[in-house]
């Protein structure tokens, strides 16, 4: 075999197909380039700041939101209490306005009692806030109805009878063991 018949069937490779050749762009002169252009580049950057400024405002709404979900379940703990106050007896229901929170100075809480339709009952609402108003506080209020304090227990008959009976067999009991 002759030299010559060794370089045609060789096959030319510029001419052969390869998978990567889309990516080869051209320029005007029709010189292949790789990489990208500039204008590219600071569109791709452009669309990177954007999403990351976007992300930060998000990330600033919820822990906005964060924050006042966390005040207002403190507000909501801390008027629970002073209900729990009031309707165990632990603490007279009276009126008050915007008192120091007893469990957290940042707050102050109200006690409002309105007189109701019904019989020997007052409506009790507890309203607690924060205290600072600089900023929009926070706010909440609770209602129940309970007993009203100013009205006296009344006692079922049956059992003051029955409660005298009692005083009255201990004492007889009592003087003829003394005799």
Partial sequence: MNSSSKIISKPNVMQR??????????????SLRTGMSLLEVMLALMLLATSIGVMAQLIGI????????????????????IMAELTSGAAIPTSVM???CPYDVRW??????????YTGMVLVLVVVQQA??????????????????SMPIPQDP??????????????????????
């Fill in 132 to 149: 600072d108003t600089t900023k929009m506080p926070v706010q909440y209020s609770l209602a129940r109805l309970l007993r009203d304090p």
């Fill in 98 to 100: 915007n008192a120091p």
């Fill in 158 to 179: 049956e059992e003051v009878e029955t409660s005298s009976s009692s005083s009255s067999s201990t004492s007889s009991t009592s003087s003829e063991t003394s005799s």
């Fill in 62 to 81: 919820g822990m906005r939101a964060a924050a006042d979900a966390r005040a207002l379940t403190r507000a909501e703990v801390m008027a629970e209490s």
């Fill in 17 to 30: 197909h390869h998978p990567t050749s889309n990516a080869l762009r051209t320029n005007r002169i029709g």
């Fill in 108 to 117: 102050s809480y109200s006690v409002i009692l309105e007189q109701t339709p």
